[in-house]
C-alpha cells in the first residue's frame, strides 16, 4: 500500500497570502489528522476530519480551515498568513473504524516558509 | 489537559548499547493509548510502538521496549543494541482512548544521536 501523501513539499508565500496543502491518505483510511511542527512550540494538532466531517480541532486561530473529500483526501487552508506560520505542516491518517485509538500513520510534511 | 513531558532534550549512545528515553505523561483518563514515534532527519515520522493503556504487558517490537508504569504516569523507551540508524528524534505521543481519536498530544521529543 502506498503511504500517505503530502503536496506541495516546500512552499515559500508572503505575508497576507493563503496557502492550501493537499494530503492523501492511506488507500481505506477514514480519518485525516493535520500537525503543525515548529521548533518553538513544537508539534501541535490543528483538526481531524472523519467521513467528510470536522470531528476535532485543536486551539488555532480561524485562519486555519480544512476539509475531506470523499475520497478521504483533504486540504487544509491557512489564509492571511504570518511569518509565524512558518512550519512543517504534518497529515496522518488512521482507519478510525473501530471506536479505539488507532495508530496514525504519517506523510512526508509540506514545509512552509513565509516572508 | 493531557500533557506529555520528555525531559531529556538531547541524549547519546554508543553503538550496539542500550539506552533508555523518558516519558511522563498527566490525564485523569483511565483509558488511553501511548506511542513513541521516530523522526529521523528530513524525513518521515514513523511509528516505533504503541501502548494501550489497559494493558499491563510491556510492548516490545524487535530492540524497542517499553516500560509502562500506569499509576506513576511513567512510560519510557528502551532501544537496545542501538544502531547508526535509530538516531533521529523521537517523539513520545498521548491519545486518548475513542472520541476523540485524531488528537495526538506530543512531547518536545528527544534527539537521539548514536556514535560508531
Known amino acids: 500500500k502506498a503511504g500517505v501523501t503530502q503536496t506541495p513539499r516546500y512552499l515559500i508565500k508572503t505575508r497576507g497570502q493563503q496557502v492550501t496543502l493537499s494530503c492523501s491518505p492511506i488507500?481505506?483510511?477514514?480519518?485525516v489528522s493535520w500537525y503543525q511542527q515548529t521548533p518553538g512550540q513544537g508539534l501541535q494538532f490543528l483538526f481531524e476530519?472523519?467521513?467528510?466531517?470536522?470531528?476535532n480541532k485543536g486551539n488555532f486561530p480561524g485562519r486555519f480551515s480544512g476539509r475531506q473529500f470523499s475520497n478521504s483526501r483533504s486540504e487544509m487552508n491557512v489564509s492571511t498568513l504570518e511569518l509565524g506560520d512558518s512550519a512543517l505542516y504534518l497529515c496522518?491518517?488512521?482507519?478510525?473504524?473501530?471506536?479505539?485509538?488507532?495508530?496514525?500513520?504519517f506523510g512526508p510534511g509540506t514545509r512552509l516558509l513565509v516572508l | 489537559a493531557q500533557t506529555v513531558t520528555q525531559s531529556q532534550p538531547e541524549m547519546s549512545v554508543q553503538e550496539a548499547e542500550t539506552v533508555t528515553l523518558s516519558c511522563t505523561y498527566d490525564?485523569?483518563?483511565?483509558?488511553?493509548?501511548l506511542f513513541w514515534y521516530k523522526q529521523p532527519p528530513s524525513r518521515q515520522m514513523i511509528l516505533v510502538i504503541r501502548?494501550?493503556?489497559?494493558?499491563?504487558q510491556n510492548a516490545t517490537e524487535n530492540r524497542f521496549s517499553v516500560n509502562f508504569q500506569k499509576a506513576a504516569k511513567s512510560f519510557s523507551l528502551k532501544i537496545s543494541d542501538s544502531q547508526l540508524g535509530d538516531a533521529a528524534m523521537y517523539f513520545c505521543?498521548?491519545?486518548?482512548?475513542?472520541?476523540?481519536?485524531?488528537?495526538?498530544?506530543f512531547g518536545k521529543g528527544t534527539k537521539l544521536s548514536v556514535k560508531p
Open positions: 496522518a491518517s488512521s482507519l478510525a473504524d473501530s471506536g479505539r485509538g488507532e495508530t496514525q500513520y
Open positions: 488507500s481505506g483510511h477514514r480519518s
Open positions: 476530519y472523519f467521513s467528510e466531517t470536522q470531528r
Open positions: 490525564t485523569s483518563e483511565s483509558d488511553y493509548y
Open positions: 501502548q494501550e493503556a489497559y494493558k499491563q
Open positions: 505521543a498521548y491519545s486518548l482512548y475513542g472520541g476523540s481519536q485524531g488528537n495526538l498530544i
